[in-house]
């Protein structure tokens, strides 16, 4: 069985306060993706950018002030089409998730991360995954990815795939 993990397919970096069109361009490839895993049989994690009201007032709002998925808001919840709320939901308070090694995803063949943004949360917990299951094998589409400008898309790409983490449909 293999794991697809959703990053941050949220209303809020697609459309919303953080949105961009390589964002909304995106959806609809997701969304395959996703319809194949679930008609294979496999699993799906979808992780969400969580902030709460004080937002601003964190570290992270002080370098990003913009205001964005809030806990329980629209731009929090993950894009219609693609929700699946039998699917585990990983609420991270941050960019990338540290509690990987806590799903014991050792017994997936292999793990496939899609969503927003490439080169910050993406990014993250593909590197988090690929430190805590050194041998697992682990991809990113690129296809099903969209950073906050395409050069740093692809720069994230390319760190991804410095630390052997296999880039598909570059």
Known sequence: MKLLIVVDMQNDFIDGALGTQEAQAIVGNVKAK????????????????????????????????????????????VRAELEDETALHIDKPNFGWLGWKELGLEKYEAVELVGLCTDICVVSNALILKAAYPDLPLTVDALCCAGVTPATHQAALATMKMCQVQIINE
């Open 34 to 77: 996703l319809d194949a895993y679930r008609a294979a049989g496999d699993a799906v994690i979808f992780t969400r950018d969580t902030h709460q009201p004080d937002y601003l007032q964190t570290t992270e709002g002080k370098h990003l002030s913009v205001e964005h998925c809030i806990e329980g808001s629209f731009g929090w919840q």
